[in-house]
C-alpha cells in the first residue's frame, strides 16, 4: 500500500471515529435534558405524595370536623396537581416518536410551569408570563420544546440567588414567519467573555449539581442549542451581568398557520 492511500485511509478512518463521538455527544446531550425533566417530575410527584401521606395521618389523628376538612381538602388539592404531572409526563411518553408537528407553545409553557411552581416558590422566584393570545402555532417538537424550557428556567433558577424574577415570554415575532419564546432572569448575568462558550458541552461555572440534583454538567445548553436546530430555529442570549439573563428562541409558525393567517 503507498502511504498516499495508508494516509488517506487513516484520515476516513479518523471522520469516522469523530463522527462516532459526535453521534455519542449527542445522545448524551438528550439524556441530560430527558433526565432534567424526569428528574423534576419524579422530585415532584415524591412532594406530593408526602403532602397526601401526612394530610391523612393528621385527619386520623384529629376526630374534630374542622381538622377533618382541611386534611381532605389538602388531600384533594395535593391529589390534583399529581394528575396534572402525570399528566405531563404521559404527554411525553405518549409523543414518543419526537415528531415535528403544529404545537401550541402555550400548553407546553403551562406544563412546564407547573412541574416548577414548587421548586420556584422554595427559592423565592416569582413567575411572570406574558403570552400574546395572536402567537401561531409552530412547527415543533413539543416533547424536546419542553425539555429547552425546563432546562432554561431551571439555568434561570439557578443563576437567582436571592430571589426574583423570571419571565417566559411567546409573541410572535418582528420578523414574519417566526414566533418567539423568551425566558429573562433576574439572576447573576454571564461576564462577555463566557459568552461565546456557553453553548459548548461540558462547559459549565456550577461546581457540580445543586441540592436538587440539577445542573452542573455543562450539557444543558448544548442540548438546548441541538434542539433548536434541529427545528431550523434559533437561539440566542443576552445577558447583562448585575441585571440578569435572556435566552430567546426563534421557532418557525406552523405551515397550516401561515396559511389560515
Ligand atoms: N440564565 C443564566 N444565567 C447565568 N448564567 C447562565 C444561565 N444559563 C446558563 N448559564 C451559564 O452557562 C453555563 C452552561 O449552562 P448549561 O449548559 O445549562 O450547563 P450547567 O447548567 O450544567 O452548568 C452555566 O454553567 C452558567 O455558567
Ligand atoms: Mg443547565
Redesign the pocket.
Known amino acids: 500500500m503507498s502511504s498516499n492511500t495508508q494516509a488517506s485511509n487513516q484520515t476516513a478512518d479518523l471522520q469516522l471515529q469523530v463522527q462516532h463521538l459526535k453521534n455519542e455527544m449527542r445522545n448524551l446531550q438528550s439524556m441530560a435534558a430527558l433526565g432534567e425533566l424526569t428528574g423534576t417530575a419524579t422530585h415532584e410527584f415524591n412532594n406530593v405524595l408526602m403532602t397526601v401521606i401526612n394530610y391523612a395521618k393528621l385527619g386520623i389523628r384529629n376526630r374534630d370536623d374542622a381538622s377533618r376538612d382541611k386534611a381532605l381538602n389538602k388531600i384533594l388539592e395535593a391529589s390534583e396537581r399529581a394528575a396534572k404531572i402525570t399528566n405531563t409526563i404521559l404527554a411525553q411518553a405518549k409523543n414518543r416518536s419526537e415528531s415535528f408537528e403544529p404545537t401550541n407553545l402555550v400548553e407546553i409553557i403551562e406544563s412546564s410551569l407547573i412541574l416548577l411552581e414548587r421548586e420556584m416558590r422554595n427559592y423565592r422566584i416569582a413567575i411572570e408570563t406574558e403570552i400574546d393570545p395572536s402567537t401561531p402555532m409552530v412547527t415543533a417538537s413539543g416533547n424536546q420544546i419542553g425539555r429547552v424550557l425546563l ?1 432554561l428556567l431551571i ?2 433558577r ?2 437567582i440567588t436571592e430571589g426574583g424574577t423570571i419571565l417566559v415570554r411567546l409573541a410572535p415575532s418582528q420578523e414574519s414567519g417566526w414566533v418567539e419564546l423568551t425566558v429573562r ?1 433576574s ?4 461576564p462577555k467573555e ?1 459568552l461565546p462558550r ?1 453553548f459548548e458541552s461540558f ?4 461546581s457540580g449539581p445543586d441540592e436538587s440534583g440539577k ?8 442540548a438546548c442549542k441541538d434542539i433548536v436546530d434541529a427545528h431550523q430555529g434559533r437561539i440566542r442570549v443576552e ?1 447583562t451581568v448585575g441585571v440578569g ?1 435572556a ?1 430567546i428562541i426563534r421557532l418557525p409558525i406552523a405551515s397550516q398557520a401561515k396559511s389560515a393567517a
Open positions: 432546562n439555568n434561570a439557578q443563576a432572569d439572576g447573576s448575568g454571564i463566557s456557553i462547559y459549565s461555572t456550577k445542573g452542573g454538567t455543562g450539557l444543558g445548553l448544548a445577558s439573563t435566552f
